[in-house]
């Protein structure tokens, strides 16, 4: 089986910075787009950030020029640097990866979450 394992969440203060990472194991050939989302109490769940195989990145405007993603294929990671942090950025943040399996078959596989708080 192929699973993701986030860390890194927690609870920080307005202003700080917190980077999240989420490894890929398992039976994996190649991982594609590697994404970050997050969920707040009583909202949707929205798209924080993708990241391509390639390396290209998008984000949402929310966090644009606070956050930025990262991918280490080597190590079938990637990472949520997230700095200046404010209290609307609080969620539980969570990874998906999509994932060819070493049998060649496609997967989209979730992390378990991660919850982040930012304090006033």
């Known amino acids: 089986q192929v699973q993701l394992v986030e860390s890194g969440g927690g609870l920080v203060q307005a202003g700080g910075s917190l980077r999240l990472s989420c490894v890929a194991s398992?039976?994996?050939?190649?991982?594609?787009?590697m994404d970050w989302y997050r969920q707040a109490p009583g909202n949707q769940r929205e798209l924080v950030a993708l990241i391509s195989l390639e390396g290209n990145t998008k984000y949402a405007d929310s966090v644009k020029g606070r956050f930025t993603i990262s991918r280490d294929n080597a190590k079938n990671t990637v990472f949520l640097q997230m700095n200046s942090l404010n209290p609307e950025d609080t969620a539980v943040y969570s990874c998906?990866?999509?994932?060819?399996?070493?049998?060649?078959?496609?997967?989209?596989?979730w992390g378990q979450g991660t919850l982040v708080t930012v304090s006033s």
């Open positions: 998906r990866a999509g994932v060819i399996s070493s049998d060649w078959r496609p997967l989209e596989v």
């Open positions: 398992g039976s994996i050939r190649r991982i594609n787009n």
